[in-house]
C-alpha cells in the first residue's frame, strides 16, 4: 500500500476503513486465516483431546507452556485467530453492504445509452432493415424484453436506438454469497452462545435423564439456561456390537445398536428406537448421539464380616482397539476403606512385553485383572477425583489376582472377598442441542447457489440503432460482455445474443439476413 | 463369481490400466519430444459479394505438427486405461458390497479414476492433449503408491462410515481432486510458460522449444480459471456435505479435526485465488502461486492427515 495515511483524525479513520474494505485487504486476510489455521492440526487441541495437551506439556517444559501461553493448544479460540477472521468480516461487512446499495441502484436504473461508434466494437454486425425504425426498434425491444433483458429505448417520440441489459443475477449471485457467509457465522455464535452438549456414559438396563448433574461432562453457551434443559429421559435396553473376524482388519468395529426407549417429559408415553451411529434420536429439539461403548464387569465386594459393600456393573473405558479396558472400585463404607484397580480383558491374553492384554474387542473371553488396596481413598479432603482414576498415595497394595467370570478372590489379609460374575456393556452418548445449525445449513445453501451463479453467469449489454449511412438505413447490433469466469468464450456468447437479437428481426418481419460480418 | 475371483479380477484391471497408461505415457512425451508446433502464419481469404460492401474474412490456421498422432495415441490410450481402471473400481466395489471408498488403496484407485475422467471429459470440450503428459504421471505415481503402500484387502466400513452422506460428500471431493489436479498442472505450466515467455520477449521466438509445447500462459491461466470456478462451489459442497455426515455421526457439524481444518484451509484458499484474480497486480503468475498452493493443501488432506493418528476421519486401514 503506497498510498500515505492522511494526517487528520476523520482522515485517517475513512483512510483505515477504505485500507480494510479493499481487495487486496480481504485476499491477505484470506491468506492470513489459511496460516492460522494450520497450527490447529499440528498440535494437540484441548477441546478435542484435553490429555494429549497435558502430555505434550509434562513432555516439553520449556516449549509446552510457552506455546500454551501463546494459544497454540486452543488455536480456533485463540486472540489472534479471532483477530484474524473478525477483521476478515469486518472487512467483508464494509465491501459488501455498500455494494449492496449500488447493485440495488444498478437494477432499477436504465441500462447505458448507446455508445456512438457501435461499428467499433467487437463482434459488431449490420443488417438491413424491412421496415420503419419505430417498427424495428419496437420488435427488439419487445423480444429482449420477453427474454428477460432490462430494455430502454429512445428517443421518446420516434425510436432508433435500443439499449438492453442481462446478467444483473452475477452480481446479486456474488452478494448473496458474501452476505450468507455473514448469517453463517451468526448461526455459528448463535450455537455457540444458547447451545449446549453434553456426554454420558449409560449401562445397558440403566436409564438416564436429561437433568446437568446426570452428566459426565456439560457445558453450555454463555446465554444457555442449565435449568431449562428439556426434561426427556431414557433407557439403554440392549446393546448389540459386532467385530470384524475376518483376517483384513480384524476387530475394527462393524455395527454398533443401542436399542433404546424414551420419553418426551415424564408423563408422556414411552416410545421405542433403534439408535446406531449416524442414526441419532432426536427429542425435544436436542439429539442424542451413540459415540462410544465399552465393557462394564459386575462386581460384587464384601468386607471382613461377610456384609456386601460394593455390588455393581462398573463402566471400564477402553485403552486400545481390542478393548484393554481399565476401571477402579472405590469403596468409602469399610474400614479401612478398600481400593481396586483393575484391567479387563474381553479376549484377555498375557505376555512378558506387553503384560495383561486383550486381542480382539469381542468377549471371547473375559478376564478381570486387578490390585487391591487399602487405606485412605483421599476422598474426604474434598479435592476432586476422577472416578476412573485410584489415588494410591495413602494407600498400601494387598495383592493382585486374576479372575474369570463367576470366580471369587478372597483377599489374602482377610479383609473381604472380591467376586467377579461377569460384565454389562455400556454404551456413551453425546447429547448435544445447538440452535443456530439449521440456520447455518440455510445459509450455506444459499451461498452455494449465490457462488455458482456469480461464478457462471455473464453481464452483458446489447445496443441496437438504426442508422442512415451514405444514403442507405441500416441496423447496427453490438454488444459487450462485462467481468466473466469464461473471457475467451466471451465473444463466442456475444455472438450467440447477436444472433438472437437478429433472428427476433427477421422473425418479426422487419429486416433482412446477415450481410455483413466485421470482427 | 466368488469374491475371491473379483477381488483378484479388480486388481488384474488396476495394474492392466497402469500398464496401459505407462504406454500413453512414452505416448504423450514422444508427442512432446517429437515435434515442435509448426503455426504457418494465418492465411487469410477474403471474399467480396455482390453489394460490393460486405467482407467476409475468415482466418485459417494450418497446423502441421508431426506430434500430434503420437499425443492422439496417448489420449486413446488414457481412455482405455480410464475403462480398465473404471471396470477395476467397480469390481472392488461389488466385492466390498459398498462404494469402493472406504479405505486409502479404494479412495486412491477412485481419485484416480476421477482425475483421468475430468481430464478425458475436459479433452472433449477443448483440446488439451498437451496436458496429457502432465495428468498421466501423476495417477500413475498415484495408482504405483495404492497397490504397493496403501493395499488393503476388502472389509466392511466401521459404523462411522456407513452413511448415505459418505458417498456423497467422497464422490464430490474426488470429482474435485480431478479438478484440482488439473488447476494445478495448468497453473504449474502457465509459470513456466510464462518465464520462457519473458525470456524470450515474444511468443514466436519460442518455436522449437519444448515450452512451445503448451499453449500460451494466458491460455494456461485461463484454463485454471475455469477449472476452478466449476471446482470451488463443488469444493464448498464437498465440505458442507462433510459437516452434515459429521454431524450425524458425532454430533457436531465442525470440531477443528486436522481433516476439517485443511479441508478448510483449501477452501480459503481457493477462495482467495477467486480473489487474486480480480485484484490488481495478482492476476498472473501470483495467481497461479495460489493456485499451486490449494492443491498442496488439498493433497495435505488426502495423504498427509490419514495417517495423523489423532483424526477421527483416520481410516486409512493401512498397517492392518
Ligand atoms: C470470508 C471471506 C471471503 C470469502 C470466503 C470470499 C469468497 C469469494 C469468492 C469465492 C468469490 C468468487 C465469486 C466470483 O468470482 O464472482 C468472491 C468474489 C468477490 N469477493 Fe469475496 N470473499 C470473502 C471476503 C471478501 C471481502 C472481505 C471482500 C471485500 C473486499 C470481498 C469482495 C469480493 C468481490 C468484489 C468479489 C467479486 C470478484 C469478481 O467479480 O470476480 N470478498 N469472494
Not at chain 1, 479435592?383 to 494387598?398: A, E, F, N, W
Not at chain 1, 460482455?481 to 444472433?499: P, V, Y
Not at chain 2, 490456421?61 to 467397480?90: C, K, M, Q, Y
Request: glycine letters at 8%; one cysteine or more; aromatic letters at 12%.
Amino acid at each position: 500500500m503506497t498510498n500515505l495515511p492522511p494526517m487528520s483524525s476523520t482522515g485517517f479513520l475513512r483512510w483505515v476503513w477504505r485500507q480494510l474494505t479493499s481487495m487486496k485487504t480481504a485476499l491477505v486476510l484470506l491468506f492470513l486465516l489459511a496460516v492460522a489455521s494450520v497450527p490447529g492440526s499440528v498440535y494437540p487441541q484441548r477441546g478435542v483431546d484435553p490429555i494429549k495437551v497435558r502430555d505434550f506439556i509434562t513432555k516439553s517444559p520449556t516449549w509446552g507452556p510457552i506455546l500454551d501461553r501463546l494459544g497454540f493448544f486452543e488455536v480456533y479460540s485463540s486472540p489472534w485467530f479471532s483477530a484474524v477472521y473478525l477483521l476478515l468480516f469486518l472487512s467483508l461487512i464494509g465491501c459488501v453492504i455498500p455494494r449492496v446499495g449500488v447493485h440495488f441502484r444498478a437494477m432499477r436504473s436504465a441500462p447505458p445509452a448507446v455508445p456512438r461508434m457501435l461499428e467499433r466494437l467487437a463482434g459488431s454486425r449490420e443488417v438491413t432493415p424491412t421496415a420503419s425504425a419505430e417498427e424495428v426498434i419496437g420488435a427488439v425491444a419487445g423480444a429482449l424484453r420477453k427474454a428477460r433483458w432490462r430494455v430502454v429505448s429512445g428517443p421518446a417520440d420516434s425510436p432508433t436506438w435500443v439499449a438492453a441489459e442481462k446478467g444483473y443475477l452475477r452480481e446479486t449471485g456474488n452478494l448473496v454469497f458474501h452476505v450468507s457467509l455473514l448469517f453463517v457465522l451468526s448461526a455459528i455464535a448463535i450455537g455457540g452462545l444458547f447451545g449446549w452438549k453434553g456426554n454420558v456414559i449409560v449401562r445397558e438396563g440403566s436409564g438416564f435423564s436429561n437433568t446437568v448433574t446426570q452428566y459426565d461432562a456439560w457445558g453450555g453457551g454463555r446465554y444457555t439456561n442449565a435449568q431449562d434443559i428439556p426434561p426427556f429421559s431414557f433407557t439403554l435396553d440392549k446393546f448389540t456390537v459386532d467385530f470384524e473376524r475376518g483376517i483384513a482388519q480384524r476387530g475394527a468395529p462393524r455395527a454398533f445398536e443401542a436399542e433404546m426407549s424414551y420419553k418426551v417429559d415424564p408423563t408422556a408415553p414411552v416410545e421405542r428406537r433403534l439408535v446406531e451411529v449416524n442414526e441419532p434420536l432426536s427429542i425435544s429439539g436436542a439429539k442424542v448421539f451413540l459415540v462410544g461403548h465399552g465393557y462394564a464387569p459386575l462386581i460384587t465386594v464384601t468386607d471382613k464380616t461377610g456384609k456386601v459393600v460394593f455390588d455393581d456393573a462398573v463402566p471400564f473405558l477402553p485403552q486400545d482397539g481390542s478393548f484393554t479396558s481399565t476401571g477402579v472400585v472405590k469403596i468409602l463404607d469399610s474400614t479401612p476403606q478398600l481400593g481396586i484397580q483393575a484391567l479387563f480383558l474381553p479376549t484377555a491374553a498375557l505376555d512378558d512385553v506387553l503384560g495383561p492384554h486383550s486381542t480382539f474387542p469381542g468377549p471371547d473371553d473375559p478376564a478381570l485383572f486387578m490390585s487391591a488396596w487399602k487405606g485412605d481413598l483421599g476422598l474426604n479432603t474434598g479435592k476432586p477425583q476422577s472416578v476412573y482414576r485410584l489415588v494410591t498415595d495413602k494407600m498400601t497394595k494387598i495383592g493382585l489376582e486374576q479372575l474369570r467370570p463367576g470366580t471369587s478372590w478372597k483377599l489374602p489379609d482377610g479383609s473381604g472377598t472380591v467376586t467377579f460374575s461377569g460384565y454389562k456393556r455400556w454404551a456413551s452418548f453425546q447429547i448435544a442441542y445447538d440452535p443456530g445449525k439449521e440456520i447455518a445449513l440455510i445459509f450455506v445453501a444459499l451461498a452455494i447457489v449465490g457462488l455458482t451463479m456469480s461464478l457462471f453467469i455473464r453481464r452483458r449489454r446489447v445496443w441496437v440503432k438504426v442508422v442512415e449511412r451514405d444514403g442507405v438505413t441500416v441496423i447496427q447490433l453490438a454488444g459487450i460482455m462485462r467481468a466473466s469466469t469464461f473471457e475467451d468464450k466471451d465473444i463466442g456468447a456475444l455472438a450467440e445474443d447477436l444472433d438472437f437479437v437478429e433472428q427476433a428481426l427477421q422473425v418479426a418481419g422487419v429486416a433482412r439476413g446477415i450481410e455483413k460480418e466485421q470482427s | 463369481m466368488s469374491p475371491e475371483s473379483l477381488a483378484r479380477m479388480s486388481n488384474v484391471m488396476v495394474y492392466s490400466s497402469m500398464l496401459v497408461l505407462t504406454f500413453a505415457m512414452f505416448a504423450f512425451a514422444a508427442s512432446f519430444a517429437g515435434g515442435r508446433r509448426r503455426v504457418n502464419s494465418a492465411a487469410v481469404e477474403s471474399t467480396r459479394n455482390a453489394g460490393g460492401t460486405a467482407v467476409i474474412t475468415k482466418a485459417v490456421v494450418v497446423t502441421d505438427d508431426p506430434g500430434r498422432r503420437a499425443s492422439n495415441i496417448g489420449i486413446s490410450l488414457t481412455w482405455l486405461a480410464f475403462v480398465l481402471l473404471l471396470v477395476g473400481v467397480v469390481l472392488r466395489g461389488v466385492w466390498a458390497g459398498r462404494a469402493p471408498w472406504g479405505n486409502m488403496y479404494e479412495f486412491s484407485i477412485t481419485a484416480a479414476l476421477g482425475v483421468l475422467a475430468v481430464f478425458l471429459i475436459a479433452n472433449t470440450r477443448t483440446d488439451l492433449r498437451w496436458l496429457g503428459i502432465f495428468i498421466v504421471i501423476p495417477v500413475l505415481l498415484t495408482l504405483g503408491v495404492a497397490v504397493t503402500v496403501l493395499y488393503t484387502e476388502a472389509a466392511q466400513l466401521v459404523p462411522a462410515l456407513k452413511s448415505y452422506w459418505l458417498v456423497i460428500h467422497v464422490f464430490a471431493a474426488i470429482i474435485c481432486s480431478g479438478a484440482f489436479t488439473l488447476a494445478a498442472a495448468t497453473a504449474g505450466l502457465s509459470l513456466v510458460r510464462d518465464r520462457a515467455e519473458r525470456k524470450a520477449g515474444s511468443d514466436v521466438e519460442l518455436t522449437g522449444a519444448l515450452v512451445s509445447r503448451i499453449p500460451s500462459a494466458e491460455r494456461l491461466r485461463s484454463l485454471t480459471n475455469k477449472t476452478l470456478a466449476f471446482a470451488f462451489p463443488l469444493w464448498t459442497f464437498t465440505v458442507v456435505a462433510g459437516a452434515i455426515w459429521a454431524e450425524n455421526a458425532w454430533g457436531r457439524y465442525w470440531g477443528w479435526d486436522p481433516k476439517e481444518t485443511w479441508a478448510f484451509i483449501t477452501w480459503v484458499i481457493y477462495a482467495a485465488y477467486l480473489h487474486a484474480r480480480s485484484t490488481a497486480g495478482w492476476r498472473g503468475n501470483k495467481a497461479s502461486l495460489i493456485a499451486l498452493a490449494g492443491w498442496i493443501a488439498f493433497l495435505m488432506n488426502y495423504f498427509g492427515v490419514n495417517f495423523l493418528a489423532n483424526s477421527l476421519h483416520s481410516y486409512a486401514g493401512v498397517g492392518n
